[in-house]
């Protein structure tokens, strides 16, 4: 019903930005609040921000308050994730994700393929 597929993720220095994007396919995909999640090697996938369908509510996790923005545009169907100050630890995966406004992962149904973010120090 909703495919996701992300990209811009790369290699980057410490202290750099990225900015991560999502195009979703599907006429439904403006019903689903959208969510970026990321997953180290050997850690557990984590919640790192969320926007609500009508793009009022946005809720980042605390480790990247200040530091990551979330925009959306339905029309475009697209998301998109500005990553700046990036640190070494924010190397993961990226997965953007559709379904509910939540933080649990669980809570979503679709998700996209993941894009690498890597952050040399």
């Known amino acids: 019903q909703v495919q996701l597929v992300e990209s811009g993720g790369g290699l980057v220095q410490a202290g750099g930005s990225l900015r991560l994007s999502c195009t979703a396919s599907?006429?439904?995909?403006?019903?689903?609040?959208v969510g970026w999640w990321r997953q180290a090697p050997g850690k557990e996938r984590e919640f790192v921000a969320v926007?609500?369908?009508?793009?009022?509510?946005?809720r980042y996790a605390e480790f990247v308050k200040g530091r990551f923005t979330m925009s959306r545009d339905n029309a475009k169907n697209t998301v998109d994730l500005q990553m700046n100050s990036l640190k070494p630890e924010d190397t993961s995966i990226y997965y953007c994700?559709?379904?509910?406004?939540?933080?649990?992962?669980?809570?979503?149904?679709?998700w996209g393929q993941g894009t690498q973010v890597i952050v040399s120090s």
């Open positions: 926007r609500t369908a009508n793009g009022i509510i946005t």
């Open positions: 599907g006429r439904t995909f403006s019903n689903y609040a």
């Open positions: 994700a559709a379904g509910i406004l939540s933080t649990r992962r669980g809570d979503y149904d679709y």
